[in-house]
């Protein structure tokens, strides 16, 4: 029941040593969800600084953001990328994906570079689903995410213990319905997350760096949103986007952030909360709509 979070470590790999490292060297999460979803441009919003690319997108839309991460590197890494056009890095996260393309492509020819460049190129989530379940959702994929995935898979033994759990008990099956629910909604052709996620390239043509926000500055915070959430004046905030917060602290730390945030979001403002889980009854929320095809709950919140 602790109200602990293993985010705090700034570690996301069993092997790292204890400095704190970049866990995340490009945000996997669509900001059209909070775009459609808050206020009005102008609302005082709050988000998690991560890489910084929601923090540049709400920023650029005329949202007064503040973006707070108890990770020093990454919040580092963020402003560098807000404040100076700083280049993408790679991060823990995406040294895994990489692991985890360079093996599909060695045994699996239909991910190889050129063939899934092909497949995203597609424009037409008709004709994309067709060729993922011909072609990609293949035996070969099920077995390597089987054995990459599962509880006694190697991404399990890669990670810290503190995030084992946080991973559906069948992750390989999830992550394929997951995707297999995006290709089929979103044309891959204009998906930057899909392009980064299946290719670790970006969409032609995208920036490589947040665009220079359009209002004021990106207010950078240091620290845990929990306990800034408490901290904060009563409905300070019109809206919040909170993303892997719940992954990984017990229900403890969910029930003390869910007073938080009804006390620092004003009556009638908006939280977006993202979960790699897998949805409980209450069902997946608006995962569907979030482009990086790998959400398991996104659920938007009026206060």
């Known amino acids: 029941m602790s109200t602990a979070t293993p985010w705090t470590e700034g570690r996301l790999l069993s ?3 204890r400095r704190p490292r970049v866990l995340f060297g490009r945000m996997y999460e669509d900001p059209a969800v909070e775009l459609g979803a808050f206020p009005a441009p102008g609302a005082r919003v709050l988000c998690i600084a991560s890489a910084g690319d929601t923090a540049a ?3 650029a839309a005329g949202y007064e953001v503040t973006a707070i991460d108890l990770n020093p590197a990454q919040l580092s890494y963020a402003r560098g990328r807000l404040t100076s056009g700083a280049p993408a890095a790679t991060g823990s996260a995406e040294h895994l994906l990489a692991a985890g393309r360079v093996a599909a492509a060695a045994v699996l020819p239909a991910w190889r ?10 424009d037409d989530p008709a004709a994309q689903a067709r060729h993922w379940r011909h072609r990609l959702d293949g035996p070969g994929l099920r077995l390597l995410l089987a054995a990459a995935l599962r509880p006694a898979g190697t991404l399990a033994a890669a990670v810290r213990p503190a995030f084992r759990d946080v991973l559906p008990h069948r992750f390989d099956t999830a992550l394929r319905a997951r995707l297999a629910r995006g290709v089929a ?10 392009w980064r996620l299946l290719l670790g390239r970006e969409l032609p043509g995208s920036p490589a760096t ?9 207010r ?13 004046p009563a409905g300070h905030y019109d809206a919040v986007t909170l993303s ?3 992954d990984g602290p017990g229900p403890a730390f969910a029930r003390r952030l869910r007073a938080a945030v009804q006390h620092a979001v004003r009556p009638g403002g908006t939280a977006v909360l993202r979960s790699i889980r897998e949805p409980g009854p209450a069902g997946p929320g608006a995962a569907a709509e979030d482009r990086s095809l790998l959400w398991g709950v996104i659920r938007v919140l009026r206060l």
């Open 210 to 218: 947040p665009a220079e926000p359009a209002a004021a500055p990106v």
């Open 15 to 17: 092997l790292q040593t």
């Open 220 to 232: 950078l915070l240091a620290g845990d949103v929990l306990d800034h959430l408490e901290r904060s």
């Open 113 to 122: 570079p050129a063939a899934l460049e092909r497949f995203l190129r597609l």
């Open 185 to 194: 909604r979103h044309p891959n052709a204009g998906n930057p997350y899909a």
């Open 57 to 59: 997108a709400l920023a």
């Open 244 to 246: 892997n917060v719940l």
